[in-house]
């Protein structure tokens, strides 16, 4: 809004002692409560040459073009030799330096899901093995073998004509030991009667 309907001249008109018109291209964008906002423009910029910028734009366009030419301002004023410039290069730098730090905590936390994979897959392997024990997987496991070693010798070629019960379980050592046992007898035998039949003259 002009700043003649208040009766107070806007930022712009009294910096630069003057009196503030109706038409005035400052009074929307430098109210009175915010001289210094203008003090940097005119410092950095000259009056002149903002009031030819404002008299080029389109009027939607001037209020982004002041806030702009302030902030520039400003940081030109704290900073002499980069200004705004300053400003964008080390927020760039701290964007790119951002962003290495990102792809080095996902390629970290790659390594950790891998290696919670890996982990998961063992306790599921050995969940696996203790259920197959515990619902009888094992043991039916062993029977098999057993099944299959007396296919292959009849139990009473292992046994050797010993009265073992049907249910007994016994170790294949054993069972051994009654087989030789069963076929060294003979054998001894036999050579007892040769001992007998020789004539020693």
């Excluded at 389109?58 to 030419?69: G, I, K, T, W, Y």
């Excluded at 400003?74 to 300053?86: E, I, K």
């Amino acid at each position: 809004m002009a700043s003649s309907s208040t009766n107070s001249p806007c930022a712009a008109c009294k910096f630069l002692r003057r009196k503030c018109q109706p038409e005035c291209v400052f009074a929307p964008y430098f109210p009175p409560d915010q001289p210094q906002k203008f003090a940097n423009v005119h410092k950095v910029f000259g009056a002149s040459n903002v009031t030819k910028l404002l008299n080029e734009l389109h009027p939607s366009q001037r209020e982004d073009a002041v806030n702009s030419l302030a902030y520039e301002a400003d940081m030109r004023l704290r900073d002499p030799v980069y200004g705004c410039v300053g400003v964008i290069s080390l927020l760039q730098h701290q964007l790119r330096q951002l962003q290495i730090d990102l792809s080095c905590a996902k390629s970290e936390l790659s390594k950790y899901q891998s290696l919670g994979i890996l982990a998961a897959t063992h306790q599921s392997l050995g969940i696996n093995l203790l259920a197959g024990a515990a619902d009888g997987t094992a043991t039916a496991t062993v029977r098999d073998h057993h099944y299959h070693h007396h296919q292959f010798f009849p139990r009473e070629q292992m046994f050797g004509g010993l009265d073992v019960p049907a249910g007994s379980n016994y170790d294949g050592g054993i069972l051994a030991i009654g087989q030789i046992t069963q076929f060294q007898q003979p054998r001894a035998a036999a050579g007892d009667d040769g001992r007998r039949t020789v004539d020693p003259s």
